[in-house]
């Protein structure tokens, strides 16, 4: 019996050592069922993507296949490897990843329109087309899509941002990006003119004020049903980091027997989709939880990877650094976090990890939640608006 | 700059104890990174915003808040110099504007970084000349950018926010 609890003892602390959710009742992650089976169940794969073959691996990138058909037809194409953003709201797809004659999105004087979708880290431009699309077994119908990838150059005010183009497989990382975060469009209300264009078959395109209902919206929001928000559930992953994962995208909260809250914080956002997170005594109250981000990014004196090295802006610390910051919602909620930050150089040095619990970088204004927080424990996504259990969204839940 | 008072700043700043803030309404006004505040009246003319003064001991803020939601510091120096800018709002800044002459090399060191194919995640540009950081999500951005060598003395990277 002493052996026994010796033995125990020992086992609790070794995964403790080990895992990144110790630490703590507050931060246990103990809701991690992960569903397999239902209509609205999409699996997810964790996986270098679409582009390894081209030498341009993606990490910690969550991947599902999509659905896309012409309105109101049976003409569809699957498209894979589209990547699992709940930073972002709307649907945008490579249009060198499919061929369907979609019907264009006409301005009031009939050009088409076009946009341009800034990312952190890239912009997406190309044609607002409208689609059928089926994700499991969930199905927005007649719904506008972005195809990114164009042969008409970006206007100014697109390039404006200074962003690099994320407008081939290759810069991308993905075939697609499935925005399914808080917002229930992409754009919102008071769009700027920099974001949708029209643009005429000669001349140049002109930015437009895209009101709410022809911006992309976020495809949940159109299902027939499970439409008030996600789950992205996904397995821990090793320190030593795992070559693939497989986890499943859960629509709705609280809509069936598979996607009930089970006991999930809520914390919710403000209405940039921002919540707090104070951290070595510093509150960073333009905080959020991305899962198209892929790491940890924060404000920390923890050592950079070299500027001239392949991980920039990553970081590298000689030993991994266990770490702890707490996050509090809108509503006042509260709760820790316990994380690792391992040395970046290390974990890429295996060409064939494409999942890491405990990659992290460096961010200045806020801190950044990516995929990294999903591993290991469900994370509930209740879109703005939107009615659940747990109250009105937005907020995130884990 | 003789609309500044320069005098009567500091001697309620002397009051204050730290800072003294001036609301100027609807006055455009935004310079461009390196530029001189005397030239960058000029600059800018299509943002509305209200800007909001702040004046510290070796430089002034100047926040403009537009209709859009976005919010751009811009740290001059006493000599009068842009040495670093921070922005946060819904979409990302017009870089053109706000970099000025360190618009390319931002873009083409943002296209290297791009290059690497590390995936999506934070912009983080740390050159000898420039350094620019900029991250969130769509509906939150947020960043800066400064030139290293035009901090003035004891300004620190991380008072620029």
């Not at chain 1, 003892?9 to 569903?35: D, E, H, L, M």
């Not at chain 1, 049903?225 to 320190?239: F, M, Q, R, S």
Request: with cysteine; aromatic share 8%; proline share 7%.
């Amino acid at each position: 019996m002493k052996e026994l609890r010796t033995f125990l003892i020992f086992s609790v602390s070794v995964a403790c050592t080990f895992s990144v959710g110790c630490g703590g009742g507050s931060s246990s992650k103990t809701n991690n069922v992960i569903t397999t089976s239902g209509a609205n169940v999409a699996p997810i794969t964790v996986n270098a993507g679409p582009a390894a073959g081209d030498g341009f691996s993606a990490v910690n990138a969550a991947f599902v296949s999509v659905e896309v058909c012409v309105p109101g037809t049976s003409n569809c194409k699957t498209i894979d490897d589209v990547l699992v953003d709940t930073g972002s709201s709307g649907l945008r797809i490579l249009s060198s990843a499919f061929s369907l004659p979609l019907p264009p999105q006409n301005a009031g004087d009939g050009n088409p329109v076009y946009e341009c979708f800034p990312f952190v880290s890239g912009y997406t431009w190309g044609p607002v087309q409208t689609a059928d699309v089926e994700i499991g077994g969930e199905k927005a119908s007649s719904t506008t899509i972005e195809v990114i990838g164009t042969s008409i150059t970006p206007p100014s005010g697109c390039l404006d941002f200074g962003l690099p183009p994320s407008n081939s497989v290759d810069t991308l990382l993905a075939n697609g990006i499935l925005g399914i975060g808080l917002s229930a469009q992409d754009c919102g209300p008071g769009c700027p003119t920099s974001i949708y264009y029209e643009c005429p078959a000669s001349g140049s395109c002109q930015g437009i004020s895209e009101s709410l209902t022809q911006q992309l919206q976020n495809p949940v929001t159109l299902f027939a049903a499970d439409n008030n928000g996600v789950i992205i559930e996904l397995p821990a992953v090793p320190t030593a980091g795992e070559r693939s994962v497989s986890g499943s995208l859960v629509f709705g909260i609280g809509t069936q027997s598979n996607n009930g809250l089970d006991g999930a914080k809520v914390y919710t956002a403000d209405e940039s989709g921002s919540f707090t997170t104070t951290f070595s005594g510093t509150a960073y109250s333009q905080s959020f939880i991305d899962s198209g981000s892929n790491g940890f990014f924060f404000p920390s004196t923890i050592t950079q990877c070299p500027g001239n090295s392949n991980e920039p802006g990553f970081y590298c610390p000689a030993t991994t650094q266990n770490l702890s910051a707490t996050n509090q919602g809108a509503n006042g909620v509260k709760g820790t976090v316990n994380f690792s930050v391992a040395d970046a150089a290390t974990l890429f040095a295996n060409p064939s990890d494409s999942a890491f619990s405990d990659l992290g970088g460096t961010f200045s204004g806020a801190f950044d939640w990516g995929l990294p927080f999903f591993y290991g424990q469900n994370v509930f996504v209740a879109i703005e608006g939107a009615s659940t259990p747990g109250g009105p969204g937005p907020y995130w839940a884990y | 700059m003789s609309e500044e008072r320069p005098s009567s700043i500091k001697s309620r700043v002397l009051v204050a104890g730290t800072a003294l803030v001036i609301l100027v309404a609807a006055l455009p006004l935004w310079a461009s990174l390196g530029g001189d505040a005397s030239s960058v009246q000029a600059d800018q003319l299509h943002m509305q915003g209200t800007r909001q003064m702040t004046t510290r001991q070796s430089y002034t803020v100047h926040e403009i808040r537009t209709a859009t939601g976005m919010v751009v510091r811009e740290y001059a120096s006493s000599a009068g110099t842009v040495f670093a800018i921070a922005w946060h709002g819904p979409w990302p800044p017009d870089m053109r504007q706000l970099l000025g002459s360190y618009f390319e090399q931002y873009v083409q060191a943002a296209k290297a970084q791009s290059a690497a194919r590390m995936g999506r995640r934070p912009l983080m540009i740390e050159q000898p000349g420039l350094v620019v950081q900029s991250g969130g999500h769509p509906r939150a951005f947020s960043g800066k950018a400064y030139v290293p060598d035009m901090l003035p003395t004891g300004v620190r990277a991380e008072d620029i926010q």
